[in-house]
């Protein structure tokens, strides 16, 4: 008499689910790294003079005061006034005062000097004084810009997630 071999049982469920919920969550927005809250170097200029930033910037809205001491460094009252332009990066991606993200040749041969920095937009738009922050969001702005102030909702997996789980 022939005897059937043992049935051995796999369970390969659980890492196709897995694979569905990471599958998900890449398409699901607020899942994942946000573009928002992803440090890259920015640099901005500074000016000795507003007819200096002009001329790099062409328009005032672009250029926002600033105070330094005898050495250039910034201060908060008093000293000499000087002009920063808006952050930008090597790319020419230049984040304006009003929300606006544009990507222009970026000519700033009338600087007196740079600030480099490791900054998200989402910082860039966090100042909580200067031009940054006092300038109101143009319509179309980042939602850097216009979300300020206010708490940014994430996603997560709720039901979702729950949607895509099961026994196994």
Known sequence: MATNPPTTRRHHRGGL??????????LLPGCGPDPLDTPEPMSRAQYASMEDCLQDWRDESECEPRRTDANGTVIGGGGRLGWWGPYYTRSGQVYRYNGRVEQVPVNVSHAQAF???LLSPRQVY???????????????????????????KRGGF???GRGFSGGG
């Open 17 to 26: 689910q897995l694979v569905l919920i990471s599958s998900a969550a890449a």
């Open 115 to 117: 600030e480099s920095r």
């Open 126 to 152: 966090a100042s909580p004084t200067g031009r940054y922050a006092n300038v109101p969001a143009a319509p179309g702005a980042s939602p850097a810009k216009s979300t300020q102030g206010t708490a940014v």
């Open 158 to 160: 709720g039901s979702i």
